[in-house]
């Protein structure tokens, strides 16, 4: 009688939109961050921010990081979910895991787990295959586009519903 190979556990991809998104969650953050300070030149601007996504250990940590982790402020993203697996002595076991919430992916099909499908490496890239991280340009004009963006959603709901 012989045994089945194990299945493998499908490897499920981020899609790319919602890794812009979480991209642009941490660029907003950032740049609220640093509208608070004093005023600065670009070229600092764009150091601050890149700072600020990629960390500057140990002073500064890795915000990117705490997303794909789902600590600190980002942790309103995830839902804490219990997951109840057999070990080999036939005993119940549970673990929890951090799930992104299904309301930002807007598919309730897929489900993208904290440090598995969310990884810090595959969000401080520029892109999927690349090895190029993203610099201080790209992120603060990431985070300037995304600032315009929400005041035009804010102006047009305001618009709508007052």
Known sequence: ????????????????????ELRMCVALRGYDHMKKGSSQTVRKQCKVMQDYYHGKEPEQPSHINMLACGVAYYAELYINTQLRALTKKDTVSYTSKLVLRDDLTLDIRCKYHAEEEIKSLDLVKKNRT???????????????????????????AQLKWD
Request: zero cysteines; proline letters at 9%.
């Open 1 to 20: 009688m012989s045994s089945s190979p194990p299945k493998k556990k499908k490897m499920v991809v981020i899609p790319g939109p919602v890794q812009n």
């Open 130 to 156: 690349g090895g190029v991280l993203l610099s201080g340009w790209n992120i603060l004009d990431m985070a300037k586009r995304g600032a315009r963006s929400l005041r035009k959603a804010m102006a047009f």
